[in-house]
């Protein structure tokens, strides 16, 4: 198996080291372009909302652009929050973004947990399981040819044609986020693909999610890369890490007030502690690794099944 490299962006832009949203964006689409350029297969795009840094919120419309400025790049959701939206308005945003970039979407989805964001949309969180459940089988469902009727708790219409039709048709590939047992089920159910959102053990769910549902085949498994390589770690983390411990900090509080696992609360206390903001070279080997050393983690995750690795392409401000 060769390893994909993604780059991930969510044009966060953080008060205190702000641009103007028109240059952040116009910045953001050049970097992509470049990175297309130098070779990477894969652009992802990512979901928050009424976060004061100006996270994206919609990343369907991102995506529309990102696919007129590239000619090749794979554009990957990671991830659209399902429960938050319609599935039939997904299916066509999607459908359109894969027309304009003639067969290039890849499309992510998860379940949410901020609590706000639930809140907002009056959706009511305990029930997002089901929702996503539904939500992907009327995703496939809508970019099969011809009408389909779906009912469920949820949603429910009869002989709906969803049109255009993407290019790629219900071949679109449906990946889902997981970061427990129940969410990778469902992705081995249901999507063409993995997010793991967390350690290593989640690879060896999801293979046997798989073959508990039957499913044959390549797997398709996408894993965040957790350090970046740098000559000097030490020197990277005193340019960068302010940047990045923003940003740790930042999913630290979402991930520890929802509180869906045990380690999002002990995530939680660590970020309110401030515990590891010395500027020492253990926090710096945290993020930066040596070239070599970072080949090394890359062989084992390549051992694991990691099929796509995910990069954050910038760092907040």
Not at 85 to 106: K, Q, T, Y
Not at 154 to 174: C, E, M, R, W
């Amino acid at each position: 198996a060769v390893i994909e490299f993604g780059l991930i962006y969510d044009f966060r832009n953080p008060p205190e080291w702000g641009v103007p949203a028109v240059d952040l964006y116009a910045e953001t689409l050049d970097h992509i372009q470049a990175a297309e350029a130098m070779g990477f297969p894969l652009v992802w795009l990512t979901e928050h909302h009424f976060i004061d840094d100006g996270y994206l919120p919609s990343v369907l419309p991102a995506a529309a652009a990102v696919a007129q400025r590239t000619s090749s790049v794979t554009i990957g959701t990671n991830v659209l929050l399902l429960p938050l939206h319609h599935p039939l308005a997904v299916a066509e945003e999607a459908a359109v973004v894969d027309i304009l970039s003639n067969g290039r979407l890849r499309l992510g989805v998860g379940l949410g947990y901020k609590v706000e964001e639930f809140d907002a949309f009056q959706v009511d969180r305990r029930k997002r399981g089901s929702m996503m459940d539904e939500g992907l089988q009327i995703l496939k469902g809508a970019w099969a040819d011809g009408p389909f009727s779906f009912h469920g708790e949820h949603y429910s219409f009869n002989d709906i044609n969803v049109t255009p039709k993407p290019p790629q048709g219900a071949d679109l590939p449906l990946w889902v986020a997981g970061r427990a047992a129940k969410p990778i089920q469902r992705a081995a159910r249901y999507g063409d693909g993995l997010i793991a959102v967390g350690t290593p053990d989640l690879f060896e769910t999801y293979k046997q999610a798989l073959a508990d549902e039957g499913r044959e085949g390549p797997i398709n498994l996408a894993a965040f890369a957790g350090t970046w390589p740098a000559a000097d770690p030490e020197r990277a983390w005193a340019e960068m890490g302010e940047h990045i411990q923003y940003r740790g900090d930042e999913y630290g509080r979402w991930y520890g007030t929802a509180g869906d696992l045990d380690s999002d609360r002990a995530w939680l206390s660590h970020v309110e502690s401030g515990d590891d903001r010395r500027d020492d070279s253990r926090v710096a080997q945290r993020s930066f690794q040596t070239p070599e050393a970072i080949i090394t983690q890359l062989q084992a995750l390549e051992r694991a099944g990691v099929t796509s690795l995910v990069y954050f392409a910038t760092f907040p401000g």
